[in-house]
């Protein structure tokens, strides 16, 4: 198997089992929700359509959010979608960081530089968007 | 509308715009954003937040798919996100500064030639060439893949690379600018510029987009933009949507995907040249 196909299939593979992983998380966190029957469930429709409403109530904006919320007890089930959505999120930069590896495995230094770089970036634009 | 009813109502929406998604490069976020603000009443930003997370699912669900098949291209995909992602950060940092609506106005007049040249080349199965592009060749910018359309492997191989990456770095500049996703951008750079099959283009554009838009998400994130709630049932919704949509696109022709993605193209066309001249659009 050549070198690109290799890290197709290694790539596809991280790809498959970061879907699985999140929609596990973000169902288990659902379900949760919907059986907990909280009094903000039933108030949801309304919530996401005014912004201003929800955003205290059940809206993560960091990772330490998620962490707090996932800690507490009973754990928030809103904090394990969440943390669904955030494994979901970063699963194309660990595409990268694969596929990186892999070229440089295979001996292929172009394309892991190239991979490199791209995944470079992505950690920046994270930094970027971590210092507001 | 009962809480129930809504998720309901939503996922089998992102079920649609997955499968969608799947077949034609796109993230969604086209189809999504509209639907969630004009028909489910959702906030934008929610809906900007939800179309994010569409975006990243549908790359996930297709490109595990398209990486195991060969449709998509591990190397062209990485050489070109060198252009998206760089074109996407300086479009970040550019926000504000640059005259959008002229960008905008540009772009779509870009787009609307482009819809007018893949009409004619609506009935082309498989793109013919003859040039050999020695950016292409120091990259290794080629592959094969089985067609199961055609029932026979094509091999393929880009031309005309300098422009192609170009025009990511414009698509990307414009993802950064606009907070827009760029699939079919993308997929128009391959197809139109570097003469790929189109199941390769959308399929690429695929594993593509879900980089793209890993650069723009946590600042989706951070700004409290992604509501678990509404993110949740669309993150499965469109997972689901987009593993179904790549069964369907590895029997289709590319003609076929080809003439289901002029629409597209004609829309976003239309769409730019109106903001561009100050008509506000969904």
Avoid at chain 2, 14 to 40: D, K, W
Avoid at chain 2, 208 to 226: K, L, V
């Amino acid at each position: 198997m050549s070198a690109p196909v290799r890290a197709e299939r290694l790539i596809g593979r991280v790809l498959l089992l970061g879907g699985v992983l999140s929609v596990s998380l973000v169902l288990g966190g659902l379900v949760l929700y919907a059986v907990q029957s909280r009094p903000e469930a039933r108030e949801i429709v309304r919530v996401v359509r005014n912004r201003e409403a929800g955003r205290a109530v059940d809206v993560f904006t960091s990772l330490g959010d998620v962490r707090r919320a996932l800690t507490r007890h009973p754990p928030d089930p809103l904090a394990v979608t969440a943390l669904g959505l955030v494994c979901l999120l970063i699963t194309p930069v660990l595409g990268v960081a694969v596929a990186g590896v892999a070229f440089w495995r295979a001996g292929d230094r172009d394309y892991a530089a190239i991979a490199g770089v791209v995944l470079g970036m992505l950690l920046l634009s994270f930094a970027l968007a971590a210092g507001g | 509308m009962s809480p129930l009813a809504f998720v309901a109502a939503l996922f089998a929406t992102s079920v649609a715009a997955g499968g969608a998604g799947a077949v034609l490069g796109l993230g969604g976020g086209i189809l999504l954003i509209p639907i969630l603000t004009l028909f489910f009443g959702v906030d934008l930003h929610y809906a900007m937040g939800a179309s994010i997370v569409s975006v990243i699912a549908t790359s996930s669900g297709a490109a595990a798919a398209y990486l195991r098949t060969s449709l998509s291209n591990v190397r062209i995909g990485l050489f070109l996100a060198l252009a998206t992602v760089s074109g996407a950060l300086l479009g970040a940092g550019l926000a504000g500064v640059v005259p959008i609506r002229v960008l905008q106005l540009l772009l779509g007049l870009a787009l609307a030639y482009s819809t007018v040249t893949t009409l004619r080349q609506l009935r082309v199965e498989l793109p013919e060439t003859t040039e050999t592009d020695p950016l292409a060749l120091r990259f290794g910018l080629e592959g094969t893949y089985y067609d199961a359309a055609l029932d026979r492997d094509v091999k393929y191989r880009a031309t005309r690379v300098a422009q192609g990456f170009s025009a990511m770095f414009g698509a990307g500049l414009l993802s950064g600018l606009l907070g827009i996703g760029s699939g079919a951008f993308k997929v128009l750079a391959m197809d139109h510029f570097m003469r790929l099959p189109m199941k390769v283009s959308t399929a690429t554009s695929n594993f593509m987009i879900g980089i793209t838009s890993a650069a723009s998400a946590g600042i989706y994130f951070s700004r409290g933009d992604i509501h678990p709630v509404l993110a949740a049932p669309v993150a499965v919704g469109v997972l689901v949507g987009a593993a179904a949509g790549t069964r369907l696109m590895a029997r289709l022709h590319n003609a076929t995907i080809r003439k289901a993605f002029l629409p597209v193209l004609a829309w976003l066309a239309i769409s730019m040249i109106l903001r561009g001249l100050g008509i506000g659009l969904p």
